[in-house]
């Protein structure tokens, strides 16, 4: 056999034992590793770890790996995210519109049921109040549609609000005649 074939086959075998070694070893680890936690809990290394005995915290968010830091501030100091509270903002701000209809409403009509010289000036009230809430309707869906492109959740979605929606819940015409 030549020194050339000789060494041939020394790397060939050195490349069999190698891989039978990296085999070995990932097999041996997983077993290592085993052993050293077990002989860690029989010398009592585990036993006065902080939190021991206390519930595990399972509150944590798995979607916001990233901004964990900040979610925790947040509920440290119980402060909401920021679109939860412009998500309040809006919801405060339709409320206000819905009830201000509804009283509106509410006293229109009573006045218009007496009243039998004003009715002109009525009308021309109720329909400015409905001018007025138009404009304020299409700045709430302004937010509104800023809102739904920054929320986090397809649930959380707020739907745009109308003018007819809005007085059909107050039972409500748009024109008052």
Known sequence: ??????????TVDSLADFAEYRSRMRN??????????QDGFEQGHFDNLPGKGKPLN?????????MELANELLK???????????????LAKVA??????????????REFG??????DRLTISWD????????EIAELNKAIDAFNLKRP?????????????ELKRANAPRWLR
Request: a negative charge; charged letters at 35%.
């Open 1 to 10: 056999m030549s020194e050339k074939e000789y060494d041939d086959e020394t």
């Open 28 to 37: 041996e680890r997983a077993d290592l590793i085993e052993e050293l936690i």
């Open 58 to 66: 399972l509150n944590k968010n798995p979607y916001a790996a990233d």
């Open 76 to 90: 440290e100091n119980d402060l909401p995210p920021v679109w939860i509270l412009q998500r309040n903002e809006i």
């Open 96 to 109: 206000r519109l819905r009830a201000e209809i509804e009283r509106q409403w509410t006293w229109h009509q």
């Open 114 to 119: 007496v009243a039998s010289v004003n009715k």
């Open 128 to 135: 400015d109040y409905c001018l007025k809430w138009i404009e």
């Open 153 to 165: 959740f397809e649930n959380m979605e707020i739907f745009k609000l109308t003018i007819e929606n």
